[in-house]
C-alpha cells in the first residue's frame, strides 16, 4: 500500500496489462510502435535487463531521500515525464492531465509542443515545474516567436528534440495502417509551421537559440559523448540521452550502453537526464548510478493514462517511487549522492525466463 490508499493497481505490469486491455489497436500499435524491425526498441529493454544492481550493506539508511533536480527545478523523485506528441490518444486532457499526476507527485512533465492543451495551462499546474519540448517546425524567426510566448507561461526550461529529422519508418504501424495526425493545437494554430525545418536545424542554430531565452535549454536525442560535448559548447544546460524510445534509428545503441561516457564528457555541473525502455524504479536506480540526474518515462505514461488517466498516471509514478526507495535502500544507498557506478554491473539477460509460477 502506498500513501495510505488500498491500491487500485498494485504493480507496474497491471497498468501495461490494463491498457493492452481497454486500448484500440491502432493507437496502441502506435505507442508500442519502434522503428523498422524494432532492434533498438528490443535493445533498449534488453540493456537495462543486463545492467545489473550490486548491492552494499551495513549502511545507515533508515531514511531514504529520493528528491532530486534538473536545470535547478526540484523533483521529489527522480523520474519525469517525458515528451509524447500524442497523450490525446490516451487520455482526453492530453498533457494538462500528464501534467496534473505530475503536480500530485511532485515531479515534472515535458509538454509537447503537439499537445492539444492550451501550453500556458499546462505550465499553470505548477509554475517553473514542468517543461516545454520543442520540436523545429520553422525558422530563426518561427523560433523566436515561439520561445518568446513560451517564455511567458513560466515553463522550468525549454527541451529541443534534435534527433527527429525525419519521422522514423516503423514496420509495426505500417503494417497495422493506423496513422496518428496531429489535432487541434491551439498553441499552433495561426502560427504555421513545416515538418521540413527539423532536417535543417544545426548546431548554429541551437547556440543562437540559447541566445535567445533566459530560461535554461535541454537538448534531446544527444547519443554520443561528442554532441554532448558540442551542446554544451552551444549553451545547453543539461544534455538529454535518448534515442525517441527506439522509434526513429533502428538499430542504433541503447541509451543506458552510452550513458556513462556521456556524462562523463560534461561538466559535472551540466545534468545529464536519459529516458527510452524505463519502466520500473530498479532500472531508474541503474541509470542514477551511471551518473543521470533523473529519468523520463513515455510509453509508460502512455499506458498509464489509458489505464486509469490522472489517477492511474500519479499511481504509476507513486509505485515507481516505491520502488526505487526500496531498492536504494537495500543496496545501501540513502541518497542519489550514494549512487555510484559501483553499484552496477553488466550481467546475464533473463528476458525470456520463466518464473516457477510461469512453468506449466
Known sequence: MIDGEPPEFATIGQIIERAREILEPGPHAWAAAGAGEEVTLARNRLALNRLALVPRVGRDVSEVDVSTSVVGVPMAMPVFLAPVGALGLFDEGDSLTAARAATDRSTSAMTSILTTARWGDVAATAPERHFFQIYVLGDRAWLSDLVLEVDSYGFGGLCVTMDCSMIGR??????????????????????GWDNSWRARFTWDDLSWLCDQTATPVIAKGIMTAEDAALAVDCGVEAIYVSNHGGRMV????????????????????????????????????????????????????????????????????????????????NIGCASLADLTPDHVRWSASTLGWETERDRP
Open 170 to 191: 516503423r514496420d509495426r504501424s505500417l503494417v497495422d495502417g493506423y496513422i496518428w495526425r496531429t489535432g487541434e493545437t491551439v498553441g499552433l494554430a495561426g502560427r
Open 250 to 329: 533502428d538499430h542504433s545503441v541503447s541509451t543506458i550502453e552510452v550513458l556513462e561516457e556521456i556524462v562523463a564528457a560534461v561538466d559535472p555541473r551540466i545534468d545529464v537526464v536519459i529516458d527510452s525502455g524505463f519502466t520500473r524504479g530498479a532500472e531508474v536506480c541503474a541509470a542514477l548510478a551511471l551518473g543521470a540526474k533523473a529519468v523520463g518515462i513515455g510509453r509508460l505514461q502512455c499506458w498509464a493514462l489509458a489505464a486509469g488517466g490522472r489517477r492511474g498516471l500519479a499511481r504509476t509514478l507513486a509505485m515507481i517511487e516505491d520502488e526505487i526507495t526500496r531498492t536504494m535502500a
